[in-house]
């Protein structure tokens, strides 16, 4: 069974994480079961792309940015508002122009009252910038440029990322002088666009194409044999610094009981079990990003950037307190990135028996999504279980790479659909009819089916997914392609 299953290493083959044989013997079984081949070469691409290309579209409030993300994605999914400050947090959709699939990230949530207007757009376009591959840049034209769009612009030509600059609320010709008066930024051909109507978005997103990379490096990790990247990560005061400082067995940084000490994410490399690591201790998550004054503000900003970066996520949660919402959204955030896990129970040796068997019910419980995480309980301030951490690590990595033969994958799902077929819906039995794992770190499986499968038995594909092959300490994505006719032979 788990002999067969190959963790992976090296990149991802052209046909996601399938080699040329295999393949080669999955496209004609495709073809054999009625599947158009262009279809399911799309489905293995798209399910094993590993990370699509992300353009970010950043600007001052109310220059319409969310209303341009809806054109680029086709449909009205980001809020839009006549009044600044209507989107709260960054938003990633998926979105295509011209065959090509990317991520597009929303940002928004610029209050006035966090350092002042300049500053808080500084810091949001700092980590939409940061993370991504190109940048819309969004102007006014019926303003012109302001103070805040030139801070934008220094940071732009700070980061150094290709921008394609739209001019904004263009609504006819008559506007066009408007938008040629933006050549004086400095940062390229303005496109004259109307987000609302949709005038010139063609042009500008050929423009987006342009700057955007077939495929982005991976951000996390280094050269193959470099140290792996490990992001610490939980609310403030959860004890993150106190264990970065146990593991590295020296004070390499500040702690004190005051939340929110760390402001920086402090990359440091520790040799732990004969192997270097690179830790990165990140300030704590606070509840309303939005909300928050000054350098709180950019250190949530800054956190979620680290765990982009990283490829474990290690997820600290205080033992001694009950296990909050807050708690619950670090977790999702992490999972939602992709990111092996290893969850880390603080504060352990302050627990009285009493304590334990609720802290026990509220796992069961509130972290019932990553049940398959491996779970350590550790003391930052006595230093109890820390040996028990890089195995949990190492485990976590392990499922985050591996990788099941497209053979061996579909003798199981012959076998499970076999003896729990999916529940009977209209008069029809959809049925799972062969699937492959596209692609690793996480795990990417595309499977392809004769009718809808539902979610419920989704969900049960993949705990006995998990039960069969392991993927210990690491999310799944699983993507169902459904035959729309059936005896069509290639």
């Given at each position: ?35 158009d ?15 699509l290309?992300?353009?970010?579209v950043v600007?001052r ?16 999914e ?19 122009w ?16 966090v ?45 150094n990322?290709?921008v394609?600059?739209?001019a ?8 066009e ?7 004086s ?26 700057a ?39 004070d ?99 627990l009285?028996?009493?304590r334990?068997y ?8 509130e ?16 230093g ?107």
């Amino acid at each position: 069974m788990n002999d067969q299953i190959q963790p992976e290493g090296g990149p991802e083959h052209e046909h996601g994480a399938l080699g040329d044989a295999e393949y080669a013997e999955f496209m004609e079984l495709a073809a054999e079961e009625g599947f158009d081949v262009e279809d399911v070469e799309g489905a293995i691409e798209e399910a094993g792309h590993g990370p699509l290309p992300v353009l970010a579209v950043v600007g001052r409030p109310n220059v319409g940015k969310s209303t341009l993300v809806n054109r680029i994605i086709g449909r009205r999914e980001a809020v839009v508002e006549d009044k600044p400050g209507v989107t709260r947090d960054r938003v990633t959709y998926e979105a295509e122009w011209a065959g090509r699939r990317f991520k597009v990230v929303d940002t928004g949530g610029w209050e006035q009252d966090v350092l002042g207007i300049d500053a808080s757009v500084a810091a949001q376009a700092e980590y939409a910038i940061e993370t991504a591959d190109a940048v819309v840049f969004v102007v006014d034209s019926t303003v012109g440029v302001t103070d805040t769009d030139e801070a934008v612009v220094r940071l732009l030509r700070k980061a150094n990322k290709p921008v394609v600059l739209c001019a904004n609320k263009v609504d006819g010709p008559s506007g066009e002088a408007d938008a040629t008066a933006l050549w004086s930024l400095g940062i390229g051909e303005p496109h004259p666009v109307s987000s609302l109507h949709g005038r010139g978005t063609g042009d500008m997103l050929d423009a987006v194409l342009e700057a955007l990379p077939e495929a982005p490096a991976q951000t996390f990790g280094t050269a193959i044999g470099g140290p792996r990247r490990i992001a610490l990560i939980g609310r403030p005061n959860v004890g993150k610094s106190s264990l970065l400082n146990k593991v590295a067995d020296e004070d390499r940084v500040v702690v004190n009981e005051l939340a929110g000490t760390t402001r920086d994410p402090v990359d440091e490399l520790i040799e732990l079990g004969g192997v270097t690591w690179k830790f990165i201790d990140t300030a704590g998550i606070r509840k309303r990003v939005h909300l928050q004054q000054g350098a709180d503000y950019y250190a949530s900003l800054r956190t979620a950037a680290a765990v982009e970066k990283a490829e474990v996520a290690v997820i600290l949660i205080d033992a001694s307190e009950t296990i909050s919402v807050q708690d619950q959204r670090i977790v999702t955030s992490a999972v939602e990135a992709g990111r092996a896990i290893v969850v880390a129970f603080n504060k352990w040796d302050t627990l009285d028996e009493e304590r334990r068997y609720y802290l026990e019910r509220e796992i069961e419980t509130e972290l019932a999504q990553v049940a398959w995480a491996p779970r350590v309980n550790v003391s930052a301030r006595t230093g109890r279980h820390m040996e028990k951490l890089v195995p949990a690590i190492e485990t976590a990595l392990a499922g985050w790479e591996t990788r099941v033969p497209t053979g061996r994958l579909n003798a199981f799902l012959g076998e499970l659909v076999a003896a729990h077929p999916h529940p009977i819906r209209g008069g029809k039995q959809p049925r799972i009819l062969f699937g492959t794992q596209a692609g690793t770190k996480p795990p990417r499986f595309v499977l392809f089916s004769s009718g809808f499968i539902e979610h419920g038995y989704r969900r049960f594909v993949e705990r006995r997914l998990r039960e069969e092959f392991g993927f210990e300490g690491t999310p799944i994505h699983i993507s169902v392609r459904v035959r729309e006719k059936r005896g069509r032979k290639k």
